[in-house]
Every structure is written in C-alpha cells, then in structure tokens.
C-alpha cells in the first residue's frame, strides 16, 4: 500500500497545470525546435526501451530452469550477433544526431537584418534590458513583439549568470567578458517566466523574470509609454519624490529627468511593472513600502541597503514610484 502510494505521488507529481516555466510547451521558432529533438530522442527512447524490456521479460519467463530441465547448450562468441548489436546503435545515433546537430546550427544562427536588438545585462540579482535602437531601458521584465526575430545580446557584469526563459528564449550563460546571443521569434503573446539558471550567490534563487509577448500594437504602445516623461505626481506621490530626491535613492537608480544612477534598476517607468524584486512579487503600494522599509527582509541578500525610512515615508516613495507608468 506504502509503496503503491509514493509510486502515485511521483507519477502524479508530473500531471501540474499551472506551469510557467515548462519547457514542454514551446511558444517560439527557436524553442519549438529544441522541442522537436526532445520529441525524436524521447520517442526512440521509448521503442527502443519497449524493445529491450520485453525482450528481457519474454527471456525470463521463456527460459526460466524448471525442473527436469537439461543445461541449455552453451555458446561462446556469435559473430552475426555481435555486428547486429554494434550497427544498430550506430544507426541510432545517425538518426539522433542528425537533427541535433541541426538545431545546434539553429541556436547559434546569426540575427536577420530586421530583427530587434536587445541587450540583457546579469546582475545580482536582477536583469537590465537595453533596446538600444528604441531608447528604452527597463528591468526584469523584458517585453518584445510578437512575430518579430529578437536578438539578444548577453552581457556580464559581474558573476556568470544564466538567463533561461524555457517556453521562448531557451536558455544561455550570461558570462562576464563574453558576449552571448539568443536569436528567436515569439510567435503567441502572453506572459513567459524564466529564472537565473546559474548559481550566482545569496539571491540566485530570487533572480526571476518576465518576458511580456506583446501583439506588435500593444509593442508599440509600451515603447511609446516608456519614452514619454513620467507625469507630475500630487498628494502623498509628490511627498514620495521630494522624500526620492532626497535620499541616498539618487545614487543607484535612474529616474528620467531627476535622478541618473545605475547600480540598480532604471525605475523610470517601475509603475509600468508588474512584479517586484525581480519577478519575486506582485507589485503593490503594501509590498513596495515593505520592500523600501527592508529589502533584505523581502528577498534576502539583496544589494538595495536599507534607507531608514519610516512607514509613512516608505507609503509616499512607493505612492510616487507606482505613478511612474
Ligand atoms: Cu543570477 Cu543565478
């Protein structure tokens, strides 16, 4: 019973909805034909693990000693057996290796002319995004069109990072002192959740992101909003930018028009955002002004040092960042 009920709890364990970050639901050129190697290599796996196993049944039960039974005759050496058995995974490994070599090319191929450039930068522990021919430059969430090839261009900075986004972008190190690419076409709009993939210390498990797969339209919207300036906050936002303009903010974070730092995340659109810390938290005026009063608390080891606001002034920064859409 113990036993049955731990098999089902594995075998359920695969049976999940709700998941984000599978790699079985391809939703771009480059992980569809990632997919369609896992797809060859599984299914000859199974034929061949189907071939192999009931053979060895069948042998089992077809030979077993039985009473009464003369010792079988006994063979040494079988020379057409022998060459069977070489040349058959042989020929199994030509028909993988053919259409992975393929893919290999394909994930290394060179950018089309017209497709979008974008530079990824690791740091820890979040993700710069640099469009460089659009003048946006945004965190943790990248957004990119629909049926557009992207081609991003990895950036180190400080650790090795890896930025892995199973469902569109696959998955590549982000080396310092290298310079990586991922060429790909999203090609169904939505929400895709990726996740640093290499151990790059205290917050490595809390390095997540975004990608928004918008319909080119609502692209062009969003780059149009990311280069508007941010509006003239009133009330309680007002008091957050005053309180912004003050503090020791200025130093890490770029805020167009009033602030240029660049240790952390360009915050000049944040509101524009849905999620906080990278991609840990949905963003919101309560978890925001927790994040302000103590990053560490939110997401231990994070860079940010604590400001010493106070709880009134962590409830203005997070009203005025959150009017930055
Ligand atoms: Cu960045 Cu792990």
């Known amino acids: 019973m ?48 189907v071939l192999v196993l009931g053979l060895i049944a069948w042998i089992l039960v077809r030979f077993r000693q039985q009473p009464g039974t003369p010792m079988p005759r006994q063979v040494r050496g079988h020379s057409t057996l022998e060459i069977a058995w070489t040349v058959a995974p042989a020929v199994v490994l030509l028909i993988i290796a ?20 974008i530079e990824v930068v690791g740091k820890q522990w979040w993700w710069e995004y640099r469009y460089p021919s659009l003048g946006v430059v945004t965190a943790n969430e990248l957004h990119v069109p629909a049926g557009r090839p ?11 990072h890896s930025f892995w986004v199973p469902q569109v972008a696959a998955k590549r190190d ?24 290499e151990f790059c210390g205290t917050a490595h498990a809390n390095m997540m992101l975004r990608v928004m797969v918008d319909a080119p339209e609502n692209f062009d919207r969003w780059v149009k909003a990311q280069l508007a300036p941010p509006p003239e906050p009133s009330g ?20 167009q028009g009033l602030s240029a730092g660049t240790l952390g995340p360009n915050l000049s659109h944040f509101g524009s955002r849905t999620t906080l810390a990278a991609g840990m938290l ?15 608390a939110v997401k231990p080891g994070a860079k940010m040092p604590k400001l010493g606001l106070s709880a009134e002034q962590a409830r203005a920064v997070a009203a005025y960042l959150l009017t930055l859409k």
């Open 150 to 160: 992207v081609a991003l261009k990895l950036v180190g900075w400080d650790v090795i």
């Open 98 to 117: 053919v259409p992975t070599i393929q893919v290999i090319f394909r994930t290394q191929a060179p950018a089309s002319p017209n497709a979008l450039e």
């Open 282 to 296: 949905p963003i919101g005026p309560e978890a925001l002004a927790a994040w302000l009063i103590d990053p560490q």
């Open 236 to 255: 309680l936002a007002a008091e957050g930018k005053a309180l912004y303009a003050a503090s020791a903010c200025v130093g890490c974070h770029t805020i």
């Open 174 to 197: 982000v080396i310092p002192g290298r310079l990586n690419h991922i060429v790909f076409t999203a090609d169904t709009p939505g929400t895709y959740w990726g996740q640093c993939a």
């Open 2 to 49: 113990g036993a049955i009920a731990i098999a089902l709890l594995l075998i359920l364990g695969g049976c999940a909805w709700d998941t984000p970050q599978t790699s079985l639901v391809p939703r771009s050129d480059l992980t569809r034909a990632i997919q369609g190697v896992y797809g060859i290599i599984a299914w000859v796996a199974l034929v061949i693990g």
